[in-house]
């Protein structure tokens, strides 16, 4: 056999390849491999001796079974006290996912922190001051020392969400992603603020089931429309009423008032109390239920 070129073949995937050449009488190169050596025989039987437990410890995970909730999400331990978890979201499954604990966890970083990660989420119409009240909140537990992040609907949707129009199946996602990263925040002890219309009691009831009981806590700006719709601080409702948005929550969208919301902040007759107000009622809450506290 013959070929149109010469040829050097090197082979560098192990120690016990030899530089190749080819001999005289052909084109081609052909391997050379080494004698092993006996210590390089006792390093491999060592190698096989150490993943021996770790493929019995997959392959008795891989016999776990686990129960799918209505989130899309389910968790089970397996025999080996690991956590399973199994992905339904978006018709997408993902078996045999197992949750890696980590040494320190949520009760220690809260002792650091001394106070208890939680998610206070804001929801109401456009206008209604969801991001003025989350400010003054996060500004006001700032000044007693306790760590704050605000996920601001219109933040998420620069960098996160950027990929999400405002169609009913991107609004559901846009959601759920938020829910899920403040889910984190709370995990990591921190006070985490999620400031989003969220007009859908479906999509918000999700976001309070991934999260332990009392640690979503619903914050419900009930302000009238035509307060909203007054103020238009971005001019949407304006452009919503020319018929230049569709869709929009509160013209031609609804929105699901909370049925049974943690803190409600109305406005009192004629006269909308201040977002430091309003901020302090909701601290008032935090006190109470023990989470400006380790």
Not at 9 to 32: I, M, N, R, W
Not at 198 to 225: Q, W
Not at 232 to 248: E, S, W
Request: include cysteine; aromatic fraction near 6%; hydrophobic fraction near 35%.
């Amino acid at each position: 056999m013959t070929a149109s070129a010469k040829f050097t073949l090197v082979y560098t995937s192990s120690p016990e390849l030899d530089f190749v050449h080819p001999p005289p009488s052909t084109k081609l190169g052909f391997a050379k491999f080494r004698t092993t050596s006996i210590g390089y025989q006792r390093n491999m039987t060592s190698i096989s001796k150490n993943l021996a437990p770790i493929k019995a410890m997959e392959g008795s995970r891989m016999q776990s079974y686990v129960e799918v909730k209505p989130n899309g999400h389910a968790v089970t331990n397996d025999s080996n006290g690991s956590i399973l978890h199994k992905s339904l979201a978006n018709g997408m499954e993902s078996e045999n996912i197992v949750w890696h604990k980590s040494s320190v966890d949520k009760i220690d970083r809260q002792e650091l922190l001394q106070q208890k990660g939680c998610v206070l989420w804001i929801t109401g119409l456009s206008g209604s001051g969801k991001s003025t009240v989350a400010c003054a909140l996060t500004g006001a537990l700032h000044a007693r020392g306790k760590l704050t992040y605000i996920l601001d609907g219109d933040n998420v949707r620069h960098g996160l969400n950027r990929d999400l129009t405002f169609k009913s199946e991107d609004r559901a996602e846009n959601i759920r992603r938020v829910g899920e990263v403040a889910k984190l925040f709370a995990d990591a002890g921190v006070i985490c603020i999620a400031s989003v219309i969220s007009p859908y009691r479906k999509d918000r009831a999700a976001c309070r089931s991934i999260l332990p009981d009392g640690d979503f806590i619903e914050v419900f700006m009930d302000i009238p429309l035509c307060v909203c719709e007054a103020r238009d601080p971005k001019g949407l409702y304006k452009l919503a009423r020319a018929g230049k948005i569709k869709g929009f929550t509160g013209i031609d969208d609804p929105y699901e008032a909370p049925l049974n919301s943690e803190i409600v902040l109305r406005q009192e007759g004629e006269v909308c109390p201040s977002p430091e107000t309003m901020a302090e009622k909701v601290i008032s809450y935090l006190e109470e239920k023990g989470y400006l506290q380790a």
